[in-house]
Each structure stands twice: as structure tokens, then as C-alpha cells.
Nanobody, 122 residues
Framework: VQLQVSGGGFVQAGGSLRLSCATS??????VGWFRQSPGREREFVGG????????FYADLLKGRFTISRDNAKNTVYRQMDNLNLEDTAVYYC??????????????????WGQGTEVTVSS
């Protein structure tokens, strides 16, 4: 499987941004979104189970971030609203044969996109 991430950029606090993760190649069970800020570990943001389109989120981010999928384009989107300075990070999408109980574990994902940088300014 190959992943192509796009949509990062600069945005003011309170604004919105939509990231895309285009998938191709082999099948997989889940696509996850992660982010990494300078000096911090890569953390789980949210994801989607491919067969059911069931979405799941990190508790702290639920409500501001929404994940969806376009079946025709094999693309997963992540809408981010009401962004704040702490959302500044490099955002990654990842895919793999992830079982549901491991969906929040970054080690369960075997293929990673290149990452896209999101910078939120005041």
C-alpha cells in the first residue's frame, strides 16, 4: 500500500484545515492519523476502519477533528476545526492490517505517508 498525504499549511488559531490521505496498492484494515510536534512523541489523532468506515478518535481531540472517507477516490480526509497553537505538528497517515483493539497504537500500522506540516499561528 502507498499513502500520499496532502493539505497541510499555515492557518490562524480558530481556523480550519482539511488533510487528505490518498491510498493505493494493497488492501488494509485501517487508516490512522498521527501527529508529532517538536520534542514530543508521535501521538494518535484518529482513524477509520476500512471495511465498516467506523471512525475513532483520541479523546482529547474528539469534537474538533472529523475523519471521513471517499470510497471512489480511496482517500481518507481529516477535517480539523477550531485549531489552536498546540495543534502545530507534522501530521501523518498510516495504514495496516490493524485489529480493532490496536487501532490507537502506532506500532500496529505498517505503512506510513510522508507527513504534512500544519502550523497554527496566533
Amino acid at each position: 500500500v502507498q499513502l500520499q498525504v496532502s493539505g497541510g499549511g499555515f492557518v490562524q488559531a480558530g481556523g480550519s484545515l482539511r488533510l487528505s490521505c490518498a491510498t493505493s496498492g494493497s488492501t488494509f484494515r485501517a487508516v490512522g492519523w498521527f501527529r508529532q510536534s517538536p520534542g514530543r512523541e508521535r501521538e494518535f489523532v484518529g482513524g477509520i476502519m476500512w471495511s465498516t468506515s467506523a471512525t475513532f478518535y483520541a479523546d482529547l481531540l474528539k469534537g474538533r477533528f472529523t475523519i471521513s472517507r471517499d470510497n471512489a477516490k480511496n482517500t481518507v480526509y481529516r477535517q480539523m476545526d477550531n485549531l489552536n497553537l498546540e495543534d502545530t505538528a507534522v501530521y501523518y497517515c498510516a495504514a495496516g492490517n490493524v485489529i480493532y483493539s490496536s487501532r490507537r497504537n502506532r506500532n500496529a500500522y505498517t505503512t506510513w505517508g510522508q507527513g504534512t506540516e500544519v502550523t497554527v499561528s496566533s
